[in-house]
């Protein structure tokens, strides 16, 4: 399991942009999938998106298609997410996980989180 | 995607075994083993208790077992203890095109 720390809660006005980052405190990702998962206040988890560390490969929930941006940094062990055009129904704790790569298939599970970032968008 | 659906809530007194459903479709539980289960206590973050549908992955006790019959997915919790008092999500991989789906939530209470 890697460790993940995440960047600090964020308040922003409708929409502005934010971006939150996902530090592994191992060597790198490798051999593990980044995952961005949200949870609004009462609510279940909502899957984001993904990255592969090693390809920069993405893919997003058809949600969040268009607002949604995530990136990584291999040398910093940094992982990024940022959203664009917010909402108040974006106020979230956002979530890094990652997923286990490392035998021929992934397992599609998150096996470790970050801390989680609360977002508040609000006038 | 719809979310999968769950109980609101669930309970059951030190000792007993309680059991979550987790009802999907043909599309992602039905299509896939790739069902998780995820505990949730206040103010902290999903851990991961079960994945590939029964699989336990390292330091998670043994009472908790999870099981899949056509689209629903159960995960089950013997010897209740205290600590199990949490929240608990379902999730399911659901293809290329929207890959992950996660559950409504279960409460589940120890008497």
């Known amino acids: 399991q890697l460790v993940l720390v995440q960047s600090g809660a964020e308040i922003k006005i409708p929409g502005a942009s934010v971006q939150v980052s996902c530090t592994t405190s191992q060597n790198t990702f490798t051999g593990h999938y980044v995952h961005w998962v949200r949870q609004a206040p009462g609510r279940g988890p909502e899957w984001m998106g993904q990255?592969?560390?090693?390809?920069?490969?993405?893919a997003y929930a058809q949600k969040f298609r268009g607002r949604v941006t995530i990136s990584r940094d291999t040398s910093i062990r940094t992982a990024y997410m940022e959203l664009s055009i917010l909402r108040s129904d974006d106020t979230a704790v956002y979530y890094c996980?990652?997923?286990?790569?490392?035998?021929?298939?992934?397992?599609?599970?998150?096996?470790?989180w970050g801390q989680g970032t609360l977002v508040t968008v609000s006038t | 995607q719809s979310a999968l659906a769950q109980p609101p809530s669930a309970s059951g007194s030190p000792g007993q075994s309680l059991t979550i459903s987790c009802t999907g479709a043909?599309?992602?539980?039905?299509?896939?083993?790739?069902v998780s289960w995820y505990q949730q206590h206040p103010g902290k973050a999903p851990k991961l208790m079960i994945y590939?549908?029964?699989k336990r992955p390292s330091g998670v006790p043994d009472r908790f077992s999870g099981s899949k019959s056509g689209n629903t997915a159960s995960l089950t919790v013997s010897r209740l203890q205290a600590e199990d008092e949490a929240d608990y999500y379902c999730s399911s991989f659901a293809g290329t095109n929207n890959p992950y789906v996660f559950g409504t939530g279960t409460k589940v209470t120890v008497l």
């Open positions: 990255i592969n560390p090693n390809t920069g490969g993405t």
């Open positions: 043909s599309s992602d539980i039905g299509a896939y083993n790739f």
């Open positions: 590939e549908v029964t």
């Open positions: 996980a990652t997923e286990d790569c490392t035998s021929s298939t992934c397992q599609k599970s998150f096996d470790s």
